[in-house]
């Protein structure tokens, strides 16, 4: 069976691609700390991203084809850099989630598929943050930007070495009717000054479902010959 891991399935686009990918007959393994979906094709594990060292997850090498979808992230902590919104320990937990981890895990999969001969791809879920500056976003924005770039440097070592099988994306979704937008709107507008903008864009219905969103990374992934570029926004992307 195909199979894809997805970290941070307990809501939002994580849960709604779990569920899409398991809708179209894949075996979906869940990594994160909350877990909502029962089916026989899913597979609970329990990891907290903030763990140091992470434990090893095993990836199923007999899967006919492999995804793995780096998408659990903290947008905190919002506020400007040394005042007090910015906590040290938010600042690292969410290099942690975003990052860190995101690294760490992308390690322990390709140290297990180096024979794996189907089509393997790894996502990393981006922002825009990590390619345009947002005042009071420093650490998520620099999270972000910086899942892109381990994600070109994956691309170029796969291309040195071959890997023709082995493809990396490094995705922004678009702005998405989640939990993650609630806590941006809910922030002191001292601490953001973009509090409006988000405002608005709830206000306005410019959040795309999380559903839309899974089901477009899911055909975005499916079509994946058809991109040459590593980073790539979501809402350009043709259908
Ligand atoms: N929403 C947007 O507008 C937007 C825009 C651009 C990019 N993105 C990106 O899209 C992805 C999904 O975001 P979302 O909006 O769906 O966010 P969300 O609703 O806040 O969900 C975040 C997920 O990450 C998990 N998570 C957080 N900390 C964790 C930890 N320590 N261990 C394991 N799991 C943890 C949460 O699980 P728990 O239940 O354990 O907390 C939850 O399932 C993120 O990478 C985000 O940066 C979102």
Avoid at 31 to 38: F, P, Q
Avoid at 207 to 232: C, G, M, N, Y
Wanted: proline share 4%; glycine share 8%.
């Amino acid at each position: 069976m195909k199979t894809v891991y997805i970290t941070g399935v307990s809501r939002g686009l994580g849960y709604a691609l779990a569920l899409h990918y398991l809708s179209n007959g894949w075996k979906v393994v869940g990594l994160g700390r909350t877990h909502a979906i029962v089916h026989p094709y899913y597979t609970a594990i329990e990891l907290n991203l903030l763990h140091r060292p992470l434990p090893k997850i095993a990836v199923d090498t007999d899967a006919e084809e492999l995804v793995w979808i780096n998408n659990a992230a903290l947008v905190g902590p919002i506020g400007y850099l040394g005042s007090e919104a910015v906590g040290l320990n938010a600042i690292n937990d969410a290099l942690q989630v975003n990052l860190n981890s995101a690294i760490e895990l992308s390690h322990q999969v390709i140290t297990q598929i180096d024979n794996y001969r189907g089509q393997f791809t790894l996502c990393n879920i981006s922002s825009g943050a990590g390619r345009n500056a947002y005042p009071c976003w420093a650490v998520y924005c620099a999270s972000k930007a910086g899942l892109d770039m381990f994600s070109r440097v994956l691309d170029m070592e796969w291309k040195t070495v071959g890997k023709s099988n082995f493809r990396v994306f490094s995705v922004a979704p678009g702005i998405i009717d989640t939990r993650m937008q609630q806590q941006i709107r809910q922030t002191n507008p001292n601490d953001f000054p973009l509090l409006e903008r988000f405002k608005n864009y709830h206000a306005d219905g410019a959040l795309d479902s999380p559903e839309s969103v899974a089901e477009k990374l899911f055909r975005f992934i499916q079509r994946r010959d058809e991109f040459s570029e590593v980073t790539a926004d979501l809402r350009l992307v043709g259908n």
